[in-house]
């Protein structure tokens, strides 16, 4: 393969892997960064309050 040929086809797959790259760092920003870490702060919230909580009277059954 003549060196200009071999050189241009690389310079067009280094275009395609840089917008595919782009592409990919979009998607990861257009997510919610805080989603996960906040489901998991206030699932722990609730199990520290479900702990501290006084454990309630068993009703008696007729």
């Given at each position: 393969?003549?060196p200009?040929?071999h050189?241009?086809?690389?310079h067009?797959?280094?275009?395609?892997l840089?917008?595919?790259?782009?592409?990919h760092?979009r998607?990861?920003?257009a997510?919610?960064?805080?989603d996960?870490r906040s489901?998991?702060?206030?699932?722990?919230?609730e199990?520290?309050?479900?702990l501290?909580a006084?454990?309630?009277?068993?009703?008696?059954?007729?």
């Amino acid at each position: 393969m003549h060196p200009e040929t071999h050189l241009t086809l690389h310079h067009l797959h280094a275009a395609e892997l840089r917008a595919e790259a782009d592409g990919h760092r979009r998607a990861v920003a257009a997510r919610r960064p805080g989603d996960l870490r906040s489901r998991l702060g206030w699932t722990l919230v609730e199990l520290g309050l479900r702990l501290v909580a006084p454990p309630r009277a068993a009703t008696a059954l007729p």
